[in-house]
């Protein structure tokens, strides 16, 4: 991660969620504490952008999931795998092909789908391959991004948001409408959606209203392709 | 034709060479058909067998390496080409594991080879000998495990040919591979390493002393044509970075170049050395053989051209490395294999080290490999419940 003119601004990206294997008190981000608890004990996880593999490690610990990851940094996934979780080094864009349909029974995308050049492809890459699909992402439309835009004319630097413009992996920001739009157009059903506000407290606004749009810094959505041709996989025991 | 092997080639018996031999009586179906044997397994362990017999690993070694990955090599004496790795606490721990490492079959080193004799001539095989497969190789294998009673392998772990041969018994035998570990490998070998490999053995057909490969039974060895072999192979092995750094353009022993063909320059020098120094060990006929071995692997190809069929419905879990400077098995070709154990819905690990030792970083202490390997290890000793080492 790049160092921020703010130094209070938390960096959100991948390669910072925790860290592995520090026994049972293990220290989760807000988001993916949020995650794991949308997340059925015993199941089969893969996690795109698993950073150092703090949900991994906390899912495989505490229930007992069998996880798997994609990682763009390679410090990431070498630490990863030095720790025994099963990652590939790859991204979201290139990656995500070769899977086969329902091959896991969620899919995790946090704080990623930004940064992806596909973003459209990719969340129906997430819904083919997982039965379901959780994805979390800054949403661009927190009254505070508006705010800082509107009244300094320079792009806006969140917790989320932390990079200058000149050298963000973001290069696809979208608000949570933009989101749920998107996700309308392609036929992903939107199961569930928790939006965090600035200290990272969940709250259940409709992702289809204004209120959600305008005071959440985050969402976190669980779909589900509504197309599904054929019934997923069994995954094996 | 004399019928005896002159004694200067063959003083050094295999038969006088430290390790385990098993001889196998029941002939094996080879993939051109033939059916070998009775034929040699030359092998070396290190640790102990557990009560479960769940602890063994199976090292695989590349084209010119041996069944003695941790000992002193019994020709040059130099130590074991994986003995940074396997040893007491190391990442292959032989207070932990039990490992086996066999030489293949077509090598030189014990196991039967074209420089074996051929008990229906009496002479050495030389091209008689069967064009062998790596498929082949893990048949043989495969046997011995049998032999020793271990019906599922902890892990199976080898770089380049290694790699290979990791990835025929993960899909020839997926319930006898619980991890597999494929090194800066490849599921089918590349135009441009077919390309080099012919290379190699053109140098060695080029060379007068080979004979029409009958160079044991006439007393002679074609050692110009082996060592240029092993020259230009052992370019590919090592990166341009590499080779610049140890080397650079530095002249060997001199101000200034000679305006001759002596090596005025160290690399020069260097890969003479390394030509003639391989020569002492390997045997030139055994470098056709195995080189055509690796030029006929193509995993798909078993599959009509499918490669996850060759892993489908594998349990078993993979850890794919590569290495970013390695050009003769270039990332590339280990993220193919990731992709198609991906379709497969296998349990794979893909890790690329950042290096700038080439191919050859797999033998050179790489602490992000060891590291890597290590945790990966662990991690698979966990859910197959093998104890820690004792310390």
């Given at each position: ?237 | ?24 009586r029941q002939p094996l179906q080879l993939d051109c058909g033939l059916d070998f044997g009775p034929f040699t397994i ?219 063909f002596d090596a005025d320059f160290q690399v020069e020098s260097y890969l003479r050395h390394q030509g003639s120094t ?47 400077s390695d050009w003769l098995f270039p990332t590339a070709e280990s993220r193919e294999v990731v992709h198609a154990l ?50």
């Open positions: 991660m790049t160092a921020s003119s703010e130094s209070t601004v938390l960096s959100f990206g991948a390669a910072t969620q925790a860290t592995v294997g520090t026994a049972a008190a293990v220290e989760l981000r807000q988001d993916l504490r949020l995650i794991a608890e949308m997340i059925e004990p015993g199941s089969r996880v893969l996690d795109i952008g698993c950073g150092d593999g703090a949900l991994l490690d906390y899912l495989a610990r505490e229930k007992k999931v069998d996880g798997r990851g994609i990682e763009l940094s390679q410090s990431g996934v070498n630490s990863c795998v030095g720790h025994g979780l099963s990652v590939i080094q790859g991204d979201a864009d290139r990656d995500l092909e070769a899977y086969p349909t329902g091959a896991f029974d969620v899919v995790v995308l946090s704080q990623t789908l930004q940064a992806t050049r596909q973003p459209r492809q990719v969340v129906e890459a997430l819904v083919r391959i997982g039965r379901r699909a959780i994805v979390s992402f800054p949403n661009f439309g927190f009254w505070r991004i508006r705010l800082r835009l509107l009244m300094t004319g320079r792009m806006p630097l969140s917790h989320c948001l932390a990079h200058p413009w000149y050298e963000t992996p973001n290069i696809h920001l979208c608000t949570i409408h933009d989101f749920v739009a998107l996700c309308d157009e392609i036929g992903v059903r939107v199961e569930r959606s928790v939006t965090l506000d600035r200290l990272g407290q969940p709250y259940s606004l409709d992702p289809r209203g204004s209120l959600a749009n305008l005071l959440a810094e985050q969402g976190i959505f669980v779909l589900c392709g509504s197309r599904r041709e054929s019934d997923p996989i069994a995954p094996r025991s | 034709m004399s019928t005896l092997v002159s004694p200067c080639f063959r003083s050094r018996s295999v038969e006088d060479w430290p390790g385990c031999r098993l001889i196998v030359a092998y070396q362990t290190y640790g102990t067998l557990n009560p479960d017999r769940s602890n063994a690993i199976l090292v695989c070694h590349a084209l010119t390496g041996d069944q003695y990955a941790a000992d002193p090599h019994p020709i040059t004496g130099k130590p074991g080409w994986w003995e940074t790795l396997v040893c007491p606490g190391g990442v292959l721990d032989t207070e932990r594991y039990f490992l086996i490492c066999a030489n293949v079959l077509g090598g030189c080193m014990g196991t039967t080879g074209p420089q074996e004799i051929d008990p229906a001539t009496g002479e050495p095989w030389a091209l008689s000998f069967p064009v062998i497969t790596i498929r082949d190789m893990v048949r043989v294998q495969k046997q011995l495990l049998d032999h020793l009673e271990i019906e599922s392998l902890f892990c199976v772990i080898g770089g380049s040919m290694g790699a290979m041969q990791v990835l025929q018994w993960a899909s020839s035998y997926p319930d006898s591979v619980f991890a597999a570990v494929p090194i800066a490998g490849a599921a089918r070998h590349s135009a441009q390493n077919i390309a080099f490999h012919e290379v190699g053995r053109q140098a060695i057909i080029a060379d007068p002393d080979w004979c029409g490969g009958q160079y044991l039974s006439l007393g002679r060895k074609p050692v110009r044509g082996l060592a240029v072999a092993r020259m230009a192979a052992h370019i590919t092995y090592l990166s341009e970075a590499a080779l610049h750094r140890k080397f650079g353009r530095n002249l060997q022993d001199r101000r200034t170049v000679t305006y001759g391989f020569v002492d060990r390997f045997d030139a006929n055994s470098y056709l053989y195995i080189t055509r071995a690796m030029d006929y692997f193509d995993l798909a190809a078993e599959h009509d051209g499918s490669l996850p069929s060759a892993f489908h419905g594998t349990r078993s879990r993979f850890c794919i490395i590569s290495f970013t991906n379709a497969a819905a296998a349990n794979v690990s893909f890790v690329e080290i950042a290096t700038d030792n080439g191919h050859d970083a797999f033998l050179l202490h790489e602490p992000e490999l060891f590291e890597t390997l290590r945790g990966f290890l662990n991690g698979c000793a966990e859910h197959r419940s093998l104890s820690r080492s004792r310390s």
